[in-house]
């Protein structure tokens, strides 16, 4: 089926659904889902919003607790507006009659998380804020903005100049051929490329995976957030235990009670993510079970009902007062490249949310700056098509030239355990050289014609595109920074401070800058 619009969005998380809110205003928007709307990290996320709401508190703080987390790795403009933008976008959430956990008093109860200097993390429903955002967001989406579930978009379309005009999808009827203005990618990170993680368990990266393939920026695909406490029972994750949990008093112990954080960081246990996660890696790699302790912690299944929810149906007793937990993947601070507005280095194709690297989360995210960025920067890229945002004239699709029917492709299973294995919290060369070459080259992924292939061999495809990127870029970066820890380079080197690992068209280049002159114009007249 031929379908003609204005607008398509790939994927139905925060990011998506605010900006298809607010870009509804002006253009017929179509949303493009692979599985449930609901289905996505977002819909699953505990923890909550950072933004600067109490007066003890103020954005240059945000800032700073955004780059000292990120290692000093970003885009500073960027990081300044997610801060000061985001301010904005959270007082007209509230004031659009988003509920909001608060005191007694009728203040905002603001929650404290690892590497955030005050509390300021705003919540609804204790630790179901993702799920009370997507069920309001979702409430107030209009009548000209279609869902099509159980769709899986697969190749973007280019005209005769190198715009982006479309997106081809399958679902269980066939084939859509989709003709836009403007397609913006808004699919989440890719997660469940590793056996352990708290993503859903069909993230693979599918956004960055189309983009690559159409010949757009990639970047920072080495720098995996890896989260340090995931529910974890008989050898497999069962689901996330929020970083709000030691925010509140809890603690990591080993079995035999030992605080494992305890003199390891001035933060302690609310220490930036990417140092709690490899300290719960090397006490389970000496063969010691790790919990979180929450003895401390008044009224815990009050506070922390999904949580202990998800313990209850996992048989852990909170009674006990110890959750098993072990790190897994959370979060990918790299991905397309794109600018505050959404702008790809490719004319009319916009990123938003996960999928896109904006420089704001560096080499390792500050918490619950995830959803602030999604509501931000889902309303900027929105608010601005809205002002400049025109018609596109030419459809004439460019026909690349596909040579093959057939790649060969691991098993789901063993793609996970060797990204774990050899890309995960720490990684060395022979490791990072081994995954590689299981891998396929650039250059088979660039000729297969995805039309040929199954839905469920187009996912493996994409777990595959997605696993070579963070692989390589990996095996590049020769220091440890943030999330990448190298076991022969265990130090940041200045020669690599402000590089960023940048793929386009398959070709892999150290660039001194995400955004090079001319790639990405931040005024956007100068775009369309």
């Known amino acids: 089926m031929k379908i003609d619009t204005d607008i398509v969005i790939i994927g139905s998380g925060i990011a998506a659904l605010q900006a298809a809110r607010v870009l509804s205003q002006k253009f017929d928007v179509h949303i493009v889902t692979k599985a449930n709307i609901t289905n996505g990290s977002s819909y699953k996320a505990q923890g909550g ?3 600067v709401t109490s007066t003890d508190d103020n954005a240059s703080l945000h800032i700073q607790d955004t780059l000292d987390a990120g290692e000093h790795h970003h885009s500073y403009e960027n990081v300044e507006a997610l801060v000061e933008k985001g301010q904005d976008a959270i007082t007209h959430l509230i004031h659009d009659q988003f509920s909001i956990d608060r005191k007694e008093d009728g203040t905002i109860s603001l929650g404290l998380e690892g590497a955030h ?12 804020t993702g799920k009370a955002l997507v069920d309001h967001l979702i409430e107030k989406l209009p009548k000209n903005v279609r869902i099509h579930e159980y ?15 479309g997106v081809k999808t399958k679902n269980e009827s066939g084939e859509n051929v989709y003709f836009a203005s403007y397609v913006i990618l808004a699919t989440g990170g890719a997660g469940a490329i590793y056996s352990c993680t708290s993503n859903c368990s069909d993230s693979y990266g599918d956004g960055i995976a189309l983009a690559f393939l159409a010949g757009a920026k990639i970047a920072d695909m080495e720098f995996i957030q890896f989260h340090p406490s995931l529910l974890y029972i008989d050898g497999k994750s069962k689901g996330l235990v929020s970083e709000a949990v030691r925010g509140a008093g ?15 960081h001035p933060l302690g246990d609310l220490a930036p993510r990417h140092i709690t996660a490899y300290e719960t890696y090397k006490e389970r790699a000496k063969g010691n079970e790790v919990y979180i302790d929450i003895s401390q ?23 006990d007062n110890r959750i098993p937990v072990a790190p897994g993947s959370h979060f990918l601070m790299g991905g397309v490249v794109a600018d505050r507005y959404g702008h790809t280095s490719i004319p009319r194709l916009l990123a938003v949310g996960e999928v896109a690297c904006t420089g704001v989360h560096g080499a390792n995210r500050l918490a619950s700056n995830s959803l602030l960025e999604g509501i931000t920067f889902g309303k900027l890229m929105a608010e601005n098509l809205l002002k400049y945002g025109k ?79 963070v692989a390589n870029a990996a095996l590049t970066r020769n220091e440890s920074r943030g999330a990448h820890i190298r076991k022969e380079y265990p130090n940041k080197e200045d020669n690599w401070q402000n590089k960023w690992v940048v793929f386009k068209n398959g070709k892999l280049n150290v660039k001194d800058e995400l955004y090079e002159q001319n790639q990405i114009a931040i005024d956007v007249k100068a775009v369309f």
């Not at 697969?154 to 005009?165: A, F, Q, R, S, V």
């Not at 809890?250 to 390891?264: A, D, L, S, T």
């Not at 297969?448 to 061999?457: A, C, D, Q, W």
């Open 391 to 469: 018609k596109q004239k030419n459809f004439q699709q460019f026909q690349a030239r596909k040579t093959t029917n057939y790649i060969e492709l691991l098993p789901t299973h063993k793609i996970q355990n060797e990204m774990l294995a050899h890309a995960g919290i720490l990684r060395d060369s022979e490791g990072l050289n081994r995954l590689i070459n299981l891998l396929p080259s650039f250059e088979e992924y660039f000729s297969i014609n995805l039309s040929s292939l199954s839905r469920e061999k187009i996912e493996r495809l994409f777990m595959h595109i997605s696993a070579s990127l």
């Open 49 to 51: 919003i950072a933004a």
């Open 250 to 264: 809890g603690y990591f112990v080993n079995e035999n009670g030992r605080k494992i954080m305890e003199g390891v």
């Open 117 to 128: 200097s005050k509390p300021r993390i705003i919540h609804s429903g204790g630790d179901a």
């Open 151 to 165: 769709e899986l978009a697969y190749e973007l379309l280019l005209n005769t100049i190198g715009e982006c005009i």
């Open 297 to 319: 912690i008044r009224d815990f299944a009050k506070k922390f009902p999904t949580i202990t929810k998800l313990c209850e149906e996992n048989g852990i007793s909170i009674s």
